[in-house]
């Protein structure tokens, strides 16, 4: 992992313990409605397996884990994942599993029919978000669920709804790399001027 990285997963892994009440009230409401269209968009059933990235202390992954066969979660920071395998142990949900993964190299290799995350994919530049979601549809799901900071019209640097290096990409550019994955965008929704969810499904799956 380069340094970049590195240092990212270390901020994070000090904060892990207090992440899931950090956001200040304006950015915890869509925070949350933000997670909500993930979860409701993932839509897994009971023989599906779900690959969460970037799943920080468990959020998505553990509201998906009730409908879905297997859920993976895969993220950089040692603390968010310590406190994801926390938060899973204490509901007694045993069907996910947490571990060290990045975009471009989940670390996972076996059947994936759902890809979701959830204000992850902005840590990376545009050039390595397009990477990330080709690594994605390398993987074969049937559709991707991403929500996440991203620009309706042009991005504003004067108005950042997030101030701690969130890189959003524009809604264009995300959908054309979808695109050029395999994927068809089969529905946007709009949860603030920089914050929206995209669900992409294969082109030609079942």
């Not at 049937?142 to 991203?150: E, I, K, N, Q, S």
Request: aromatic share 6%; glycine share 12%; with cysteine.
């Amino acid at each position: 992992m380069d340094k970049r990285l590195q240092d990212l997963a270390d901020r994070f892994s000090q904060i892990a313990h207090q992440y899931d009440d950090k956001h200040g009230s304006e950015q915890k409401t869509i925070y949350n409605a933000c997670a909500s269209l993930v979860v409701e968009h993932a839509n897994p059933g009971p023989e599906d397996v779900v690959l969460d990235l970037g799943t920080g202390t468990g959020l998505i992954a553990l509201a998906l884990a009730g409908n879905a066969g297997h859920v993976v979660g895969r993220d950089i920071s040692d603390g968010m994942i310590e406190q994801a395998r926390s938060k899973a142990a204490d509901r007694g949900i045993e069907n996910v599993e947490f571990g060290f993964g990045q975009f471009r190299d989940p670390q996972y290799d076996g059947e994936v029919d759902i890809v979701v995350s959830n204000f992850a994919l902005h840590h990376l530049p545009d050039e390595e978000k397009r990477e990330a979601i080709e690594a994605i549809a390398d993987l074969g799901p049937r559709r991707f669920v991403l929500g996440d900071a991203m620009f309706f019209g042009s991005p504003d640097p004067e108005e950042p709804l997030f101030g701690h290096g969130v890189d959003g990409a524009t809604v264009g550019m995300l959908v054309d790399a979808l695109t050029d994955g395999g994927f068809a965008v089969t529905a946007l929704e709009r949860v603030h001027d920089q914050v929206g969810v995209l669900v992409a499904e294969r082109v030609g799956g079942d």
